[in-house]
């Protein structure tokens, strides 16, 4: 039912207190002479009334939050002749008890149907202003000749006094719309706190078992039953929680058992592994210390090698130095004999000489004898010389026995010098053989050094890793004993809860 056509209904109820009316007229200064007032253009104000409740009522068709109170154009209709009616009542300033008892229904009409008062306001404001600008132009005067058909101020006064009497009904309605609203909120607060206790005690109730099984580690219920909608989703969502909270439980639990025994085993092969980090650590330590003696010896022998190899440079400079005394050597045997193959030569020219002096020397004698006294200062001569060429044929064989002698003396020794030059040369070849060898093996044996300090090095780092590696080893054995710990305890929790299907 729309606001206005439930203004006429319930005629007969009366307003219970009416002292109130009479403060608010007394308030507006709204007495008889303004009720007097009023009607002096009541015929006015009624004459316009259609006019403008017809350009009100189209502006209530345009507005959806007006048009939305009207189920159809009979409402409106029944509605514009109910204001109409009640307007005309204003317009005669028939503020009585009847007047009390309607605007009270007014009221209650608008708290019941939601008509709020903004639109209610807007409604009085429309029609007031089409009211006074219609009535001023029926009582103006037509043209500034004409008399006007009211005075200036008479006609300000009853439109003052009709406007305060306007205020007067928007007051009195927008105030019991304001009781009745309250009313209406505190009965629909009650139902509703009385409904939202019902609903907490029957939540309460369904969930509160849940809530205890859960306090006590006991996931095996679920929440069942009809619910309010409101609650269907938290219903729902505790059931998944569960559930989900089950299947983790068991996941957790299945994992636990897992960590458990993985733990045990590396508890295990940690302890293994710190036994054989020990033993390795031991064969490190040893290792390094072999490894240090060895590169001690290295070290040592490198020292050796190249005093070794000074040495060998130093008789390899001798051996070269004795070379070339034995190359110049055999070049002075070779000169000596050729020097005796020279005196060989000379030798067999000078016993040449010889035989051939003793030949003429015997030739000398004969043609000597021939001559008689005369050829025996020749024939004596003659045999001097034969002397002295047998002399000379003499020596000249035993020179040439010595030089046979001694060619054969120089042969041998220049055979034996070329013997020791090749034998110096191989020497010499040798000495320089091992000599590179020498270097090489010091090169070897420095680069050998180098390399085992390194290595030397390395199994410190090593054996400093190993060590490292036994205590890291230990913590670990102790961290995987206290996680094995941890997870029974975890379990010893686990299997305090009950779930869902498990027996």
């Known amino acids: 039912m729309s606001k206005f056509s439930a203004i006429m209904h319930n005629p007969n109820e ?22 007097l007032a009023i009607r002096r253009i009541e015929k006015y104000v009624i004459r316009c009334l259609p006019k403008a409740l017809d350009a009100f009522y189209d502006t209530v068709r345009r507005t959806p939050q007006t048009r939305s109170f009207f189920s159809s154009e009979a409402q409106i209709q029944k509605a514009k002749k109910a204001q109409l009616t009640y307007w005309k009542n204003i317009a005669g300033a028939n ?5 009390a008892n309607t605007v009270r229904r007014i009221g209650r009409t608008h708290a019941e149907i939601g008509l709020e008062p903004r639109w209610y306001i807007g409604g009085y404001a429309l029609l007031l202003a089409s009211i006074i600008a219609d009535v001023s132009n029926q009582l103006a005067p037509p043209a500034p000749l004409l ?7 008479k006609l300000t006064d009853s439109l003052a006094s009709l406007s305060k009497a306007v205020f007067l009904d928007m007051d009195l309605t927008i105030s019991i719309y304001i009781d009745e609203a309250r009313k209406l909120n505190k009965e629909e607060m009650s139902k509703l706190d009385e409904a939202i206790e019902e609903e907490r005690r029957f939540v309460t109730e369904r969930f509160g078992h849940i809530i205890d099984a859960l306090a006590n580690k006991n996931l095996s219920h679920t929440v069942d039953g009809n619910f309010p909608n409101t609650y269907l989703p938290m219903r729902d969502n505790l059931n998944h929680a569960i559930s989900s909270l089950c299947q983790t439980l068991h996941t957790i639990s299945e994992a636990t058992e897992s960590i458990d025994n993985t733990a045990d085993e590396i508890n295990s092969a940690a302890q293994d592994l710190a036994q054989r980090t020990e033993r390795q650590a031991a064969s490190v330590e040893k290792t390094a210390a072999a490894v240090e003696q060895i590169t001690a010896t290295v070290s040592s022998t490198e020292s050796r090698v190249s005093e070794a190899t000074q040495f060998v440079e ?3 400079a001798i051996t070269e130095r004795f070379g070339t005394m034995i190359r110049r050597a055999s070049t002075a045997m070779e000169e000596i004999e050729r020097s005796a193959e020279a005196v060989n030569k000379i030798t067999n020219v000078i016993s040449n000489i010889a035989t051939q002096t003793n030949l003429l020397a015997l030739n000398t004698g004969v043609e000597a004898a ?3 006294e005369a050829g025996s200062g020749f024939r004596v001569l003659a045999q001097e010389i034969r002397k002295l060429a047998n002399r000379v044929g003499d020596a000249s064989e035993e020179v040439k026995d010595l030089i046979n002698t001694s060619q054969t003396h120089v042969d041998s020794g220049s055979a034996i010098m070329k013997d020791a030059s090749s034998a110096i040369d191989t020497i010499i070849s040798s000495v320089a053989n091992i000599g590179t060898h020498l270097r090489e093996i010091s090169k070897a044996t420095s680069e050998q050094a180098s390399a085992l300090r390194d290595v030397n090095g390395a199994v410190v780092t090593i054996d400093q890793g190993t060590r490292e590696n036994a205590a890291m080893v230990e913590e670990t054995s102790a961290a995987t004993s206290n996680m094995a710990q941890r997870t029974r ?8 809860f009950v779930l869902r299907g498990q027996k």
């Open 489 to 496: 305890q975890l379990r010893q929790l686990l299997d305090g």
């Open 314 to 316: 130093e008789c390899q």
């Open 370 to 372: 021939h001559a008689g």
């Open 14 to 35: 009366s307003l219970e207190d009416t002292d109130d009316l009479r403060e608010r007229l007394h308030f507006l200064q709204l007495g008889e002479q303004d009720c």
């Open 95 to 99: 503020f009585g008890l009847q007047y």
């Open 147 to 153: 008399p006007p058909k009211m005075s200036f101020s």
